[in-house]
């Protein structure tokens, strides 16, 4: 299996710009998670999907955060406008069922930097 | 609500040596916890976690933590590490109330050296 896919592994862009992250989980996975990575914040959910629906977006920091999952394979979160402290490390991860005794599995993140 | 402590952002050791990574968390309701690795540049992986029984539980790769309700404790030790060990290690824990959801503490940064 090639895992979690997430696609770009690097992105830099200014302020202001649109950004999409995507985001390819585990055939036959069920749920999927987008996470925040920052110095300042640490690891933190910013959506959870079952089934290709939202669950929990509760985690989005605000408006200028959007995610979709139009399908069982492809997620993307977006960033519009981009701002100098949206730069982190985004990482996607799947499970089988988003339950407690399934394994979320990570991607290797997206590096977004801001300038 | 949820929150985790690893009060050591970074822990050097030399090669062969024992460690152990502090991990202590706060919940209103009872909890699953889990270590994850993180290698640079790579995604985190699931290095081992308790949901139930046994209170001792073990890796693949020699790592074993114990829970410890009454300290609300989960350290993580290995009898004698690699120079391959050298990552971030993350505790994680997860709400019996929604369970999908893992909350992470800082990481601490293992560093082994020869």
């Known amino acids: 299996d090639a895992g979690v896919i997430q696609s770009p592994r690097h992105e830099v862009t200014e302020m202001g710009q649109e950004v999409t992250l995507r985001c390819k989980p585990i055939s036959g996975h069920n749920s999927l998670f987008w996470y925040r990575q920052t110095m300042m914040r640490g690891l933190e959910l910013l959506i959870y999907?079952?089934?290709?629906?939202?669950?929990?977006d509760s985690g989005m920091p605000e408006d200028r955060f959007s995610a979709k999952m139009p399908n069982a394979s492809f997620s993307t979160l977006k960033i519009q406008p981009s701002e100098p402290r949206d730069s982190a490390v985004y990482f996607c991860a799947s499970s089988f069922s988003g339950g407690y005794t399934d394994t979320q599995y990570f991607g290797p993140g997206t590096r977004l930097t801001v300038l | 609500a949820q929150s985790v402590t690893q009060l050591d952002s970074q822990v050097p050791v030399f090669e062969e040596a024992p460690v152990e990574l502090r991990c202590n968390y706060s919940s209103s309701v009872s909890v699953y916890l889990f270590w994850y690795v993180q290698y640079p540049n790579q995604g985190l992986q699931l290095l081992l976690k308790y949901l139930s029984g046994s209170t001792l539980v073990e890796s693949i790769n020699g790592f074993e933590a114990e829970f410890n309700k009454s300290q609300t404790s989960f350290h993580l030790r290995k009898p004698s590490v690699h120079i391959s060990d050298t990552a971030e290690y993350f505790c994680a824990v997860s709400p019996i109330d929604s369970s999908y959801k893992l909350i992470f503490g800082s990481g601490t940064r293992l560093l082994v050296r020869p």
């Open positions: 999907f079952n089934n290709n629906v939202p669950i929990d």
